[in-house]
């Protein structure tokens, strides 16, 4: 029985690939979901409203979270790391990533995926003049 259970847990397997500002990681998109439903303040929905308001607090809040949970820097003109928005779009990466597992795990016709394959990383920035 816990045979069956690892053989369909290694074949939707998945890596959630995203850029931390230096590079491109990857971290199992499976646990990235668990510790993300684990997580009372990103899927707090009071705390959620307080971001879509813009109150400043939450909104501070709501990116420092974000940074620890991806474990990447915030921006330090000195030291480097993510803007707001670029932590926003690995966060919105990882909620399309995740809609798109659900997606293939439904059943629903998708572009092949392939163990080992994730979404497209959020890349790095495009470069500045």
Request: glycine share 8%; aromatic share 12%.
């Amino acid at each position: 029985m816990l045979r069956r259970w690892l053989q369909r847990r290694v074949q939707k397997a998945l890596l959630f690939s995203y850029w931390d500002g230096k590079r491109v990681r990857r971290q199992d998109g499976e646990r990235l979901w668990r510790r993300y439903m684990l997580n009372q303040k990103l899927t707090d929905p009071l705390f959620l409203r307080d971001v879509e308001a813009g109150k400043p607090e939450a909104v501070e809040e709501f990116f420092a979270e974000i940074a620890t949970f991806f474990d990447v820097p915030r921006y330090d003109e000195k030291t480097g790391g993510l803007t707001d928005e670029e932590l926003g779009r690995v966060y919105l990466a990882f909620l399309a990533w995740v809609e798109q597992k659900k997606t293939r795990d439904s059943g629903s016709p998708t572009s092949s995926p392939t163990a080992g394959m994730g979404s497209s990383p959020s890349g790095p920035p495009p470069p500045t003049s």
